[in-house]
């Protein structure tokens, strides 16, 4: 089975902190996704990485980036975080194609005060 | 962009109960997903299914891609079935993310 695993389950921040949330996958795949989830505004897509070092801007990328040194780890950074990035971070991998079924961890719910 | 819209927004079922739940799409797409988010958050992949209809236990959906709708059967509720449903597309026009519905929410009682 495939795991994707998430550094923190609850994570409170401040104001202008810099924000690291990881997310390992085992299974070798190919793509990672980061998507934060609110209420009413169902999954958005941050960005996702198709290879060790590639990114592509998803639907809201603004005040995030990411980093993928290794292929089974992906990185989200919130460089100063603002209160309205409090949300559900959600990651996600796929094998091969980046429409590939997606496999997700169990979320980190962020509250930036 | 394609535009993708869940039916019913909410939904409450006693336990036993059948359910179908609606996800229709505005142009031809690639694939067609299923997700179930429980109510702890965690996302899980139910079918992958561009098109015809495909079973697994209790739980079947059929996509008609031509019409541009996808159907997700929820037949004998139970309460471990409470949660969101999301329906996730590919345009045709555009490969490289999914695009989502907002969901279904449903909670059975038992």
């Known amino acids: 089975d495939v795991k994707v695993t998430q550094s923190s389950r609850y994570l409170v921040k401040r104001t202008g902190e810099k924000v690291f949330l990881e997310c390992v996958q085992d299974?070798?795949?190919?793509?990672m996704f980061w998507y934060r989830q609110d209420p009413g505004l169902g999954l958005r897509l941050i960005y996702f990485s198709y290879d060790v070092k590639m990114k592509e801007k998803g639907d809201i990328p603004e005040g995030y980036s990411v980093s993928r040194e290794k292929k089974e780890r992906f990185s989200l950074i919130l460089e100063s975080a603002s209160t309205n990035q409090t949300s559900m971070y959600l990651c996600?991998?796929?094998?091969?194609?980046?429409?590939?079924?997606?496999?997700f961890g169990p979320g980190t719910r962020l509250t930036v005060l | 962009g394609i535009q993708v819209e869940q039916s019913p927004p909410d939904l409450i079922l006693q336990e036993g109960a059948n359910s179908t739940l609606r996800c229709n799409f505005s142009d031809s797409v690639n694939n067609l997903q299923w997700f179930h988010q429980n109510p702890w958050g965690q996302l899980i992949n139910l079918f992958y299914i561009p098109s015809g209809t495909k079973q697994n236990g209790r739980l079947s959906a059929t996509t008609v891609a031509t019409e541009r709708y996808s159907l997700l059967y929820i037949s004998s509720s139970q309460t471990t079935d409470s949660g969101v449903y999301f329906c996730a597309v590919v345009s045709a026009g555009n490969n490289r993310k999914l695009i989502w519905g907002l969901g279904t929410s449903l909670a059975v009682n038992p």
């Open positions: 299974m070798d795949h190919e793509n």
């Open positions: 996600a991998s796929s094998l091969n194609l980046p429409t590939d079924t997606q496999y």
